[in-house]
Every structure is written in C-alpha cells, then in structure tokens.
C-alpha cells in the first residue's frame, strides 16, 4: 500500500483582508446619515413679526335674547331686525381665519332662551355657517331649576 501524503492547504490571508476592507469602504460610502431622535425643525419667529404669532382662541358665546337682539361676547352685534347679520358674520370669518393661521379651533355657544325667536336662531346658525364654523353647541337657559 501507498501511503498518499496529505497535502497541506495554505489559506492566503492577505486578499482576504483586502476585500474586507473593500466591503468596508462600499459601504461607508453608500450610507446614508440619518437624523437624530431628538432633531426637530421648527421655524423661530423673527424679532418683531407679531403677524405669525396668535394667541389661543377661547370659546365664542353667542347669546340670543328674547327680542331678537344677539350678543356676542356680552356685546351688542347687528339691530334684532337685521336677518343677515352682517357684523357677525364678518366677524366670524375674520376668527375663523385667524384660527386656520395658528392651527386651532373656533367653538362656538349659542344660548338661545325659552322666548327667544326660533328664527333668529336659524339666523345665527346660518352666520356660522357662512363663516365655516362648525364646532357649534347649542345651550339653553334652563328657568325651572331656579
């Protein structure tokens, strides 16, 4: 019997560490930096721009009297024989873009009481609508649990 001598394997090292190196290069290359976690781009007002900056917009209380008369804020809008409620309406829309500029929302409370005009109301709702508001209670003046 022959006695077959095994053949010793050489592994060359150095190619092999140049293609890892290779890899390593490739791919630092074509990595994308990403952002941090906390990085957050929010624009700074400039010094002076009071334009850009609005206060937080309260709830709007529209109250309906018994002759017709409505109150915007405890303040007199439009006479009680005005059906289109020209003041109102403007006003309505003019906070209503205001409200678009700082992301926030108009409500609106109508409280109307038990002798108050039913058309009257109609009217009020119909000037919130024109000014496209529509986050809109409804209250009533509750006289029996006095």
């Known amino acids: 019997m022959k006695h077959i001598e095994s053949a010793q394997i050489e592994l060359q090292i150095a190619p092999l560490i140049d293609v890892c190196f290779l890899l390593l290069f490739f791919f630092m ?4 930096p990403s952002k941090k976690e906390g990085q957050v781009e929010i624009p700074i007002p400039h010094a002076g721009s009071t ?4 206060p937080p917009i309260e709830e ?3 109250k ?8 915007w804020n405890e303040a007199q809008v439009d006479g009680p024989d005005s059906a289109e409620l020209p003041s109102l309406s403007e006003g309505l829309k003019r906070l209503k873009a205001i409200s678009e500029r700082s992301n926030s929302t108009v409500s609106v409370i109508i409280e109307a009481g ?19 508001i529509t986050a809109v209670t409804l209250s009533s003046e509750d006289t029996d649990s006095l």
């Open 64 to 71: 309906i009297l018994d002759n017709g008369q409505v109150l």
């Open 29 to 32: 290359a074509t990595a994308v």
């Open 51 to 54: 334009d850009e900056v609005f």
């Open 60 to 62: 709007q209380n529209l």
């Open 114 to 132: 038990d002798k108050s005009p039913y058309q009257r109301f109609i009217d009020v709702i119909v000037a919130c609508q024109k000014s496209g």
